[in-house]
């Protein structure tokens, strides 16, 4: 089988999103179309001009935009309709289970209640679980340039909800903000009995990965890919199967590698590491799921192991039960079964 049979095959598979931000995923064509419904300006003259500032040079200067952007998200039918778009997307793609983040911070801090982004999220996800079976569960990320006081008080409000989210993350400007100075608040929340996952090592220093299994009990590292700078590191996390949500055009549109034959996702496939890989903040970066498989085909041109791989380790590291799991992975062997 070629490399571009390979490929083929990757695109088809079934396949878990496990790092993906729901903020992320609003293109310029709906946040126009919402900024029109809620008669809102934004600081952009039309998409063109919208996209034309995606370019970046470092995760702060996208962060700037992002958080900008997100300022047309109003109504419960917002939320509804920005999931709703994404896992459209997401199931073209074959993604048939997302662990979706969400920021509840950017809202809240702008007057909107945290039940108004939660139970349109949650519209989404049922919208979305009826058109096209894909099974979509929520992550509450914490702004990590806020202060650890805040952060309570959001999972203080968070507690309010818990049935509807799955888990707790750490995301945002990670330089200056290392985990370590969230070690109550994932305290709590691993009380809480909720899985912990944390950005750490992204454009952080392999430290902060440390930081964030030690400090903050994380049970999957988002994005992880400066393990490869510290073999101690790396060591640890493929000796504990510590998953990594790698995330391949976010790390060159934000200039964590200047080339995508430079990333070190060979290099963590190499040592052993579980890593799978995701989108990110797709509307931004250049594409969803399937943008990121073709991006690193061109790179690597990985072989039909190297992809069943990495849609079972998505599998795998995901936060479903046993049960699901193993459904999924049936579902994986089959079509691999059927295309070999
Ligand atoms: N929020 C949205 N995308 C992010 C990223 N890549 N890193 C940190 N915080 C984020
Ligand atoms: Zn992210």
Redesign the pocket.
């Known amino acids: 089988m070629t490399a571009s049979d390979a490929l083929s095959l990757a695109l088809g598979m079934p396949k878990a999103e496990l790092h993906v931000?729901i903020?992320?995923t609003l293109e310029p064509e709906l946040a126009f179309a919402l900024a029109r419904r809620n008669g809102i300006a934004l600081p952009y003259a039309d998409e063109a001009a919208l996209k034309a500032a995606y370019a970046f040079d470092s995760?702060q200067s996208?962060?700037d935009l992002?958080y900008a952007c997100a300022d047309v998200l109003r109504t419960r039918e917002d939320f509804r309709d920005l999931m709703l778009a994404y896992l459209e997307r997401a199931a073209a793609d074959g993604v048939i289970h997302a662990e979706i983040?969400f920021?509840p911070q950017t809202h809240t801090a702008r007057g909107i209640p945290f039940a108004t982004v939660l139970d349109g999220l949650d519209d989404g996800l049922a919208e979305g679980a009826r058109r096209w079976g894909i099974s979509g569960r929520l992550i509450l990320?914490f702004l990590r340039h806020l202060s650890e006081d805040e952060c309570l008080a959001t999972l203080a409000e968070a507690e309010l909800h818990l049935a509807r989210i799955h888990g707790f993350g750490l995301?945002?400007?990670?330089r200056g903000h290392p985990p370590s100075k969230f070690a109550r608040l994932f305290a709590r929340c691993r009380e809480l009995g909720k899985p912990v996952v944390a950005?750490a090592g992204?454009e952080g220093p392999p430290e902060y990965i440390t930081e964030a299994l030690d400090l903050l009990g994380a049970r999957r590292i988002?994005?992880g890919v400066r393990a490869v700078d510290d073999p101690a590191v790396l060591d640890r996390l493929v000796r504990d199967r510590i998953p990594l949500t790698v995330?391949p055009l976010?790390n060159t549109r934000?200039c964590v590698f200047q080339d995508m034959r430079e990333h070190s996702l060979p290099r963590l496939l190499a040592a052993g590491a579980k890593v799978m890989l995701n989108s990110?903040?797709p509307a931004y970066f250049g594409g969803y799921l399937n943008a990121n498989i073709r991006a690193v085909h061109e790179a690597f041109h990985f072989d039909t192991d190297t992809w069943y791989r990495l849609a079972r380790n998505s599998f795998e590291a995901s936060f479903a039960s046993d049960a699901e799991k193993a459904a999924w992975i049936a579902r994986l062997d089959t079509y691999f079964a059927a295309a070999r």
């Open positions: 931000h903020e992320g995760l996208f962060l992002y983040f920021d990320c995301d945002s400007s990670e950005h992204e988002d994005h995330c976010s934000l990110d903040d």
